[in-house]
């Protein structure tokens, strides 16, 4: 038979089969057509959506290689970068999609690849500037530009407004988005809706099973024991996460961030616990799941967990696999050096370990300040105050101002006063125009020197500051009194000048006598009740004739020995030990029956606490079996 003649009917095949989305035999019959004439487009593209459907993503890949239909392979690039996208090879789809026009599934997948490639500032981007100039509202694509702008590593405002938000996994992200600007109470209110919209939708659609609602809920209410951890609840989401690790959910990934949580409230306490939480959390199956962020989040707690059961050795172990997983470096890593190096040989009156440590992590504030207070901690009080003023810009903040003068005024160095007030000054007064508080600070601490100076006798040189600074106090009594004061010693003529300039309150109307006897009611005046004159002295004496009943104390109920009130009690507890769920059965080897053993008690931990961590997961919308009729 002809091909010309073979062709229609071959068509016709295949418009059936795809009408049923029957696609093993759509693409054989577009592979017959192909055979018959290699020149066949339509059958060609069949064919890679049919191995798409099929996950047979490495053949989509060699048959557009071997094939070339010219100005026609353009319009390959959407499906070429899908599936090289699907094949984890995201920096290639990103290529493929660069060196193409964008349209909208274009851009869309462009985002993706940014999401999948942990860049989500460019994700937003690409949101925001270019997907947000249409006019439909699509619901997957705001699902996904939630889940970018929750996990950006610089907190972004959201401009989304919560009105159009319908849908669980809208409001859940939603959610997480507050969380990461810090509106934690907030993001309680919205997982609330979250959890009620997600019952709602899953009850009334009859092809979500009850597996699926439940691992929905369970990432639903992970986060929501996060939020409340966050505000101070810990009770509360300790409940919540032991209740997520004994239902023993599909998803790994929630068992491990509520194992890791539970690790972050025991903190020094409940090792034996922490330790068992830890292996849910350092799974293989779990940590595929996770970002870059909440492995790096796991393996700390792993470190600070290895070094508060004094297992040195494990601990480095862990602190090198960390530096070697962390891309953009963490300022809490060196803090964990400097725990293991205090456990191991201890830092004691060593100075000069902590100004190594300091010259090698200048640019970390948190690391400063941490060595700062070791240094308070070991009597060092210079050596504090030195890795203060050397912190920039904290060092110039009043609060930190404050202490370093008051350091140097208990070890007697006056100069190093003057210098720190100056240089504060200096400081704030070169951005004046750039922060909104600066001008309130710089008055502060100029009025703070001038004041140190004259408790020095140092007239001259306060009554200069305060005139170098005059401008900025207008009508300030406080500015008027020290300037009175310093021009007092040194030329009495300005020192009028300037009381004289100063409004005088009116003082009439001013009753004197009032005025004196203000200062009779500092005296206490005792006098007698006239009511206790009159209780005879027979009421005073009790009547014997009465006997006072003993009350009797009741006693306090004696509590376990590992009792720990943030935790909900076992509900287990009664049951004897052989038939708990959790009980381990004994084990064979050998013949002979063999026990688990308990691991060693640890010892007690050291800061840093360990991190909790959020389950900012994307949420993407469950995608519901396809009807027949419909296209790829």
């Known amino acids: 038979m002809a091909t010309q003649d073979v062709l229609p009917q071959l068509y016709q095949q295949l418009n059936i089969c795809t009408g049923t989305d029957d696609y093993l035999r759509s693409r054989r019959i577009a592979e017959q057509i192909m055979k018959a004439d290699p020149t066949q ?94 006019e439909d509202i699509d619901s997957d694509r705001l699902v ?57 939708e899953m009850t009334q659609d009859p092809d979500y099973s009850q597996e699926e609602l439940e691992d929905e809920m369970s990432v639903i209410r992970v986060q929501k024991a996060f939020a409340s951890q966050l505000v101070g609840q810990t009770k509360e989401a300790s409940k919540i996460y032991t209740q997520l690790i004994k239902k023993r959910i599909s998803d790994h990934s929630v068992s491990a961030i509520a194992s890791n949580n539970v690790i972050s409230i025991n903190k020094d306490k409940d090792i034996f616990d922490s330790r068992k939480r830890m292996k849910a959390c350092t799974s293989e199956a779990a940590l595929k799941k996770m970002t870059s962020q909440q492995r790096s989040i796991v393996h700390f707690n792993k470190c600070l967990l290895a070094i508060n059961t004094n297992q040195l050795e494990q601990a480095r172990s862990y602190l090198q696999h960390l530096r070697k997983i962390e891309k953009n470096g963490n300022e809490l890593v060196p803090l964990l050096e400097l725990s293991i190096q205090r456990r191991n040989e201890g830092l004691g009156d060593s100075k000069g370990s902590l100004l190594d440590l300091l010259s090698r992590h200048k640019d970390s504030p948190s690391i400063a300040l941490t060595l700062a207070q070791i240094a308070l901690n070991t009597h060092q009080l210079e050596l504090c105050c030195e890795i203060i003023c050397s912190t920039t810009p904290i060092c110039y903040k009043p609060s930190f101002v404050s202490f370093v003068v008051t350091a140097y005024l208990r070890l007697g160095e006056f100069d190093k006063i003057d210098e720190v007030l100056t240089t504060a000054i200096n400081y704030w007064l070169s951005r004046k125009d750039t922060e909104s508080k600066s001008i309130e600070h710089l008055k502060k601490f100029v009025c703070h020197s001038a004041n140190f100076k004259l408790q020095r006798n140092c007239y001259r040189e306060a009554g200069e500051i305060l005139e170098k600074f005059e401008e900025y106090f207008q009508d300030d009594r406080v ?65 014997r004739s009465i006997k006072s009943k003993r009350k009797s104390k009741k006693k306090k109920g004696k509590l376990p ?19 708990r769920s959790y009980n381990k059965k004994l084990r ?33 919308q469950q995608q519901k079996s396809k009807k027949k009729g419909k296209r790829w």
């Open 41 to 134: 487009w339509d059958a060609f593209y069949t064919k890679l959506v049919c191995f798409v459907h099929e996950s047979n993503f490495e053949a989509v890949i060699r048959n557009i290689a071997s094939h070339n239909f010219g100005d026609k392979s353009k319009e390959l690039a959407f499906i070429h970068a899908y599936t090289l996208y699907r094949l984890n090879r995201h920096q290639d789809a990103l290529n493929t999609l660069s060196k193409n026009e964008n349209g909208i599934r274009e851009l869309e997948l462009r985002a993706q690849i940014l999401y999948k490639m942990e860049r989500y500032e460019d994700s937003v981007t690409v949101y925001q500037h270019k997907l947000s100039q249409l």
């Open 144 to 200: 996904n530009q939630l889940a970018a702008l929750s996990l950006c590593p610089t907190p972004q405002e959201c401009s989304i407004t919560p009105d159009i938000l319908d849908t669980y996994e809208q409001l859940y992200n939603y959610s997480s988005v507050l969380i990461a600007v810090g509106d934690a109470p907030q993001a309680l209110d919205y997982l609330e809706k979250a959890e009620s919209t997600a019952v709602n």
């Open 479 to 543: 500015y008027s009194q020290l300037l009175i004061s310093s021009f007092a010693a040194i030329d009495i003529t300005k020192a009028e000048k300037v009381l004289s300039s100063l409004d005088q309150k009116e003082i009439k109307k001013v009753n004197v006598d009032e005025l004196e006897k203000v200062q009779n009611l500092r005296q206490v005046i005792s006098k007698k009740t006239p009511l206790l004159d009159k209780i005879s002295k027979k009421d005073d004496k009790p009547d």
């Open 588 to 620: 064979k080897k050998g013949g002979r029956k063999v026990y688990a053993r308990s691991p060693h008690q640890s010892t007690q931990s050291d800061k840093p606490e360990p991190k909790p961590m959020s389950a900012n997961q994307k949420k993407k």
């Open 561 to 579: 020995k590992n009792y720990n009130p943030d935790k909900p009690p076992d509900p287990e507890r009664w049951l004897p030990m052989r038939e």
